[in-house]
């Protein structure tokens, strides 16, 4: 599987009445392009009422997602694993990307740690950002597709 990053496009109705053109940011494991964006249109049917184009479709390189209920926001981590080069026996670091679901920087920090703390690999944080995703949909082979809902 890989990661796609969607963007969204339609109007949307503000609180205030008021109507805005708005462009919203989704991530889908998928194969490829094509199912990406089915999946995304799919998704997004019954959220959206009107028309809606799917404006942007990239990769997204990510090694793992790291969720949790209670987060209503997206950050991804750049991790650098440290690994010994066989040759000269020096360190070496790789970079690794995770998408942590949290409701602050500093709980996303700690899930990043909870979460590795699980493997036996050395690694460093680097950075942790938070995204613009709205939602992320995951495939699950056993029970159709299900939603990491952000909030």
Known sequence: ???FDCKIKFEKQLEEGKVQKVSESYLIDAL?????????VEEM???????FE?????????????????????????????VPDEETGAEKKTANFVLVQA????E??????SEMGKTAIDYEINTVQETAYMDV???????????????
């Open 1 to 3: 599987m890989y990661y």
């Open 32 to 40: 490829t392009f094509t199912e990406a964006e089915a999946r995304i």
């Open 45 to 51: 049917k019954p959220y959206i009422s009107g028309e």
């Open 54 to 82: 799917v404006s942007n479709i990239r990769r997204v390189r990510l090694s793992d997602i790291f969720t949790n209920s209670g987060g209503d926001k997206w950050y991804k981590a750049k991790l650098m694993y440290i």
């Open 103 to 106: 409701s602050s920087f500093e």
């Open 108 to 113: 996303a920090v700690k899930l990043v740690i």
């Open 137 to 151: 949909y995951r495939f699950e082979s056993k029970s159709g597709s299900e939603s990491q809902t952000a909030g």
